[in-house]
Every structure is written in C-alpha cells, then in structure tokens.
C-alpha cells in the first residue's frame, strides 16, 4: 500500500520528517510505511534498536523532526531514557510516545521524560497521523486514551518527579542495573567501568533519595516509577 | 424465585438545591431507582452505607465543604462504582482535579442538566458520559501540568539537602541569624545558601524565593 510517489508534493523535503523507534522490527516499519502515505508527512527512517533509533535521527540532518517511540523498550536503555535523549539532544523536535493500550501510568511518565503526546497504535489511520501532525507544532497530543484515564494519566506524570531528575543519566543506568539484582562487579562489568566507579555512583545515589542502602535504593525507585514495577525485594 | 423487589440506590451529594432537584428528577425518570440524598456531616462512609449505591453524583459546586473533596473521598471510602460529577466550571483544572478520581462521567451546569437523564441511565449501564468539549481542555491541562512537574524536577534536583532546609525557613520567615542557630551554622553561611538559592531559583528577594518556591511545588504554603 505504500506506493511511493516518483514527486510528491510538496517535495519530499518540505514534508515533516518523520523516525519511527519501535522494539518490535514490524510495527516500526509498517507505521513508517503508514506516516510515508500522508501528504504532509515522509518517512525519514525507522528502528527496533534505541541507540540505532539516535543514529538514524542523526542521519536524517532536519530541522523539523518528529520522532515516534514506542514504549515497549525496556532495559536500562528503555522508552523513558530513549525519549529524555532525543529530548535533550534535539530539543526542537518532536517526540511523541507510542503504544498498544499502554497503562495511564506509563503515558504519564513518558510525558514527563519529555514526549509531546502519546498515540495508541489501535487509533483511526487518519487520527494517528493528524496527531503527529499537530505534535510538530508544539501542541500536547493524546490519541486513542479516552478522558476518564487523563487523571491516572496525570498521576503517573506527577510521581516520577519527586526523584526522577536528579538522577545523572549513568546513575539511572546503574540504578536500572541493581534493581535487577546486579552487583557492583556485574553492574562494573556490564558498562565497562571500575568496580569503584560504580560504588561511587551507587553511593551518590543513596544520598539523592536519602537512603542508606542498594534495597532502599531500589524500592524508591520503584515506588517513584524509575525502574518497572515488575521488581520485588 | 423472584428477589424482593428493591430500587436501586442512586446516591446524590447535591449543590445547589434547584439542581438537585433537578438532579433527582432525572434519576427517578428511570425505572427501579430512588434517590438518597447524602448527609456528609456524619462522614462520606456512612454515607455509601452497608447498601452500595449503583451510582454516585457529586455537585462540585456544593456551598457547604469542598465538592473535590468530597468527591475524592467517595473513593477513599472504597466505592469503585460508577460517579458522575457536576459543575458549572469547565476549566481545565476543574475538570483534571475532578477526573483523578476516577469519574465516568462530568456534566457541565446548567447547559448539561438537559441531557441528565440519558447520561444517567449511560452510566448505569457501565458507559461513560463526558461533554465532549472538555476533551481539549483537559488536554491543555495535561500539558500545563507536565510542564510545572518538569519544572519542579529540574529546580529540585538543583537545590541541595541545605538550601532546601534554608528555603523551609525562609518561608517561615526567620531571619539569618535566627536560621543559622536552628542549623548550627553562622549567618554568613546562611547567608551564602540563601545567595545560591535566590540565583538557582532566579529571584532577587525573600519573598519571590517563596513565590517561586510555592509555585513550583517545592514548597507547601497553607
């Protein structure tokens, strides 16, 4: 179905570039395929990696640039760090979560991170694109959640905010380690660091929250929304 | 076997009394419902009682006792069924306060009152019933409300353990010295925090520092 068109107009360069990062290889094609056939919009690459997802922003070289995440990354390079990224790295784009039904919490979170706007997969074609659409200009966009979620919505966006940003990016990293049950030597191992260096992190992360120890670390953590709930003590 | 027949019970914490009645009649246009007008003064649990409403409709316009109040503490009190809240105002604070409890339903007064009973009988079949202009404004709300939390996350994560310590009581309007005794440090120290906190905090003056303080969430003004 997506037939490319030899001259679209307006040129392919006029259109609203548009990154589509998904986990799941299919869906992130399938939707760069769906944003190409929109007359406004051109399909400026896609990804199922996040750290190819940055590459590929990178290799796009626009000004006016919207990038779709989709919110089943998880890891310590999850959706969360991967939309505070290209936030922090291309502060004029647009970053817009995606998902499947995604729990109110976890939209609430990525629009705190700094997305500009969730859409759900399972939208209307028409809708889904008019919201990337509108989120190039800067506007707050919800697609697909119905009102009566907005107040878990602006639940979850409120509760990461007691912690989450004062956290250095490597804290949050070693801290998504340890919460996996990874010692300082693993977590050391894992990000091709210094055992110490990992200590000093841990340490420095402990006096932000105020604890005195990896466990309590790890449940505020998990009580302000930092690492997934998934984690038991 | 037939059950005893009973109504259903619709629980209506009323505002004003005209729509109230309004309110009442609407419900009772329904078939096999009887409306009981809720008493807050002996508590919001005894008021959703040992019989569960099948609906609960809050004014939150309601003269006596805050109507967000009340309608977040029918949740509290453990009812998970359906609520319908109701208000003249549809700002988008209103409308966001009111929807974190959960609500399946917000009827705009007066204009919506006409439309009562369809949105009623919508809820008690298990839909939803919002007038869809708050959509947008929710939105807006939402967008509003990421910002201020990005903005508090960012200030918070700037101020350190003892400028936030110094910032307590500057808002309690201690001088210095006075400061630097609850602390244990000299005033000059103080003095330096508070000169590292105006600039974190981009203000010139105590009271500014609170303002923008308050306004950020760092501080609870009462």
């Not at chain 1, 997305?115 to 200009?137: I, M």
């Not at chain 1, 992190?201 to 005195?212: A, E, N, P, R, W």
């Not at chain 2, 960012?154 to 400061?179: D, K, M, W």
């Amino acid at each position: 179905m997506a037939q490319r068109k030899p001259n679209p107009t307006p040129s392919n360069r006029r259109r609203l570039g548009v990154v589509v990062a998904d986990p799941v290889e299919v869906i992130a094609s399938a939707l760069a395929q769906l944003v190409d056939t929109h007359p406004d919009l051109a399909d400026a690459g896609h990804a199922s990696d996040p750290h190819e997802a940055l590459a590929v922003i990178d290799r796009a070289r626009r000004s006016r640039l919207v990038t779709l995440i989709g919110l089943g990354f998880e890891g310590p390079q999850d959706a969360y760090w991967l939309i505070r990224e290209v936030r922090e790295r291309h502060p004029t784009h647009g970053v817009l979560a995606i998902g499947d039904r995604a729990e109110p919490a976890a939209i609430g979170r990525a629009l705190f991170v700094g997305a500009d706007g969730y859409l759900d997969e399972r939208s209307d074609a028409a809708a889904f694109l008019d919201g990337v659409k509108r989120a190039a200009e800067g506007e707050m966009v919800l697609v697909g959640p119905d009102i009566d979620v907005f107040g878990a919505i602006a639940d979850g966006m409120e509760q990461p905010a007691i912690v989450d940003e004062r956290l250095t990016e490597r804290e949050r990293e070693v801290l998504a380690f340890a919460a996996e049950g990874l010692t300082a030597r693993e977590i050391a191992g894992r990000l091709g660091v210094r055992e110490r260096t990992v200590t000093t992190h841990l340490s420095k992360i402990y006096g932000k929250f105020g604890v005195g120890n990896r466990v309590a670390a790890v449940r505020e953590a998990v009580r302000s929304g930092l690492v997934p709930a998934g984690w038991s003590e | 076997m037939a059950a005893a027949h009973r109504a259903r019970r619709v629980l209506l914490l009323g505002g004003h009394p005209v729509i109230a009645s309004v309110t009442r009649l609407a419900c009772t246009a329904m078939p096999d419902v009887r409306v009981d007008d809720g008493d807050p003064s002996n508590g919001v649990e005894a008021m959703i009682g040992s019989e569960e409403p099948v609906l609960v409709i809050v004014d939150l316009d309601r003269r006596a006792g805050d109507g967000l109040t009340l309608l977040h503490g029918v949740r509290e009190a453990g009812y998970t069924g359906p609520v319908l809240a109701m208000s003249e105002r549809s700002d988008g604070k209103r409308v966001l306060d009111a929807l974190r409890a959960q609500i399946q339903g917000y009827v705009v007064t007066p204009a919506g009152l006409a439309g009562l009973s369809l949105d009623v009988a919508t809820l008690l079949s298990g839909g939803r019933a919002f007038d869809g202009l708050l959509d947008d404004v929710a939105v807006e709300e939402l967008g509003r409300r990421v910002r201020v939390a990005r903005d508090r996350a960012r200030f918070t994560g700037r101020l350190t353990p003892r400028e936030r310590e110094v910032l307590s009581y500057l808002s309690e309007g201690l001088t210095l010295r006075q400061i630097g005794r609850r602390v244990g440090l000299s005033h000059r120290t103080v003095e330096t925090h508070v000169g590292k906190l105006y600039r974190k905090l981009d203000v010139r003056t105590r009271v500014q520092a609170v303002a923008r303080a308050a306004n950020l969430g760092l501080l609870r003004v009462d």
